[in-house]
């Protein structure tokens, strides 16, 4: 039966244990010292009778001195011939084959991967701060000065990975000790998906702020609790401007056994519903420095920005929607658009792209990601191919959330309700899949009217904004 371990509540600073290695000799250390703390007393005495009744004799052939001398030698010879090495040796080697790896994903916990109790390290409890996040952090007091351990490379079955404690002076045999902070991450979800990306992201550049901007000298990443050595583009160059670069573990050690990490970092929970205002304002203005942008639209133009998909949740007549969207911003003094496709960008294109727009009208997709590069207070416009209103759940809100976390104005949806109906009669998740990367219509009327009030809404904020004369915020966090 595996060992559980109580976890507390709070992250202290590593209390300072007595070493196991240390305490297998410390009582025959403690005799030898009061041996030695005895023999100073009979010394002293010693010296006071010699002061009392001097000899005609040298000190050197008296009794009391014949007898000091011969405790002295006993006493020091004992102590010097002591040797617990051998001692030493069979703790370190117990305590080495006492590691116990258990598997990183947990099977038994499969319904509840997502909430609740998690498959990942299933065994360790989390810690939680005050602002509700869970992680976990080796060697703190909770892990009772133990490191953390990974061993397995598998990048298809994450029940094969394993996962151990150890302390550091007993570390498993032909283990490798990888030096410095290491950030490990676990995602139901993948790293190449943008949102999905940012996401697991965003709990590390929280923990990077709070903890005076140290950065990880390496990455762990599992999915499912298989190892991933790649993510996707967009989110390694995020990561790359955030942290100053990238290095991805990829868990092959010199002796070909674990690898033990000096400090380590775990995050494996989904955080979605937390705000994070503060860790996306910094990857906004870290971007910006990095690709050379300066901040935001001037004030007497309004940047709309109509992004466009190819295939999946494209509009079925892409044309007419860039004709209406041309229409209006011609009606509006300073209206300045910008149509664009996604796949065609690169990552400083896309953040150029955002930092000059304060309209963002596109499909519900990851490119809505990109979000994040745009000012605060600027708008967003989003559209729905039929079917996800009633068939989507919870996934069709997050780039709302984004939005909000991002300090942005969501303007509302268009749901397209014209097409076929779903074949799977009361088979939700068949229908959404039938419905899920649909193409999306438009209502002419609809579109002009609501593209035309946003419009003159952000002219009137963009005004009011320039007049209050609101001081900007110079440099980055952990620039």
Not at 275 to 284: A, D, F, G
Not at 405 to 420: K, L, P, Q
């Amino acid at each position: 039966m595996s060992k559980v371990l109580e976890v507390e509540s709070t992250l202290k600073a590593p209390s300072k244990h007595r070493s196991p290695l240390v305490s297998s000799c410390y009582c025959t250390k403690l005799s030898i010292c009061l041996s030695l703390i005895s023999l100073s007393i009979i010394f002293f005495l010693i010296q006071i009778q010699t002061l009392k009744a001097p000899s005609p004799f040298s000190s050197s052939s008296s009794p009391s001195w014949a007898f000091f001398h011969q405790w002295r030698d006993k006493v020091l010879n004992t102590s010097l011939n002591f040797d617990c090495s051998p001692e030493l040796k069979s703790m370190v080697s117990k305590l080495r084959d006492s590691v116990m790896f258990l598997p990183l994903k947990d099977l038994r916990f499969a319904k509840t991967a997502t909430e609740g109790h998690t498959w990942f390290m299933s065994s360790l409890k989390d810690i939680t701060d005050d602002e509700k996040f869970k992680y976990l952090y080796f060697p703190s007091e909770a892990s009772k000065g133990r490191l953390l351990c990974l061993m397995g490379r598998n990048i298809k079955d994450g029940g094969s990975n394993m996962y151990a404690l150890a302390w550091p002076e007993s570390l498993p045999h032909n283990a490798t000790l990888r030096r410095g902070l290491t950030y490990v991450s676990d995602t139901y979800y993948d790293y190449n998906n943008l949102w999905h990306g940012l996401t697991t992201l965003l709990p590390f550049v929280r923990w990077y702020i709070k903890k005076g901007c140290v950065a990880p000298d390496r990455w762990v990443l599992y999915h499912w609790g298989e190892l991933r050595l790649s993510v996707g583009p967009w989110v390694r160059k995020v990561m790359e401007v955030t942290f100053g670069g990238l290095h991805l573990e990829g868990l092959e050690g010199d002796g070909g056994g674990p690898i033990c990490f000096e400090k380590a970092l775990v995050f494996r929970h989904d955080t979605e519903e937390v705000n994070r205002e503060e860790e996306l304002e910094m990857l906004r203005c870290k971007a910006r420095v990095f690709c050379n942008v300066s901040r935001g639209a001037p004030v007497k133009e309004i940047g709309l920005t109509l992004l466009l998909r190819r295939g999946a949740r494209a509009f079925k007549n892409e044309s007419a929607v860039v004709g209406i969207f041309e229409a209006v911003c011609r009606k509006v003094d300073g209206c300045r658009l910008t149509v664009a496709h996604t796949d065609n960008l690169t990552f400083c294109d896309q953040v150029k792209l955002m930092s000059s727009t304060d309209i963002l009208a596109t499909a519900h997709g990851a490119q809505m990601t990109n979000m994040i590069f745009m000012d605060r207070n600027s708008s967003l416009m989003q559209f729905f191919p039929k079917g996800w209103l009633e068939l989507a759940g919870e996934g069709q809100y997050v780039y709302q959330w984004l939005a909000s976390w991002s300090g942005m104005i969501y303007e509302g949806t268009w749901r397209d309700v014209e097409g076929e109906e779903c074949p799977y009669a009361k088979q939700d998740l068949q229908c959404f899949v039938f419905y899920k990367d649909g193409k999306i219509g438009h209502n002419e009327t609809f579109l002009m009217d609501w593209t035309m009030d946003v419009l003159n809404r952000v002219k009137k904020r963009k005004v009011e904004e320039a007049s209050s004369n609101s001081i900007q915020p110079s440099g980055c966090r952990c620039g």
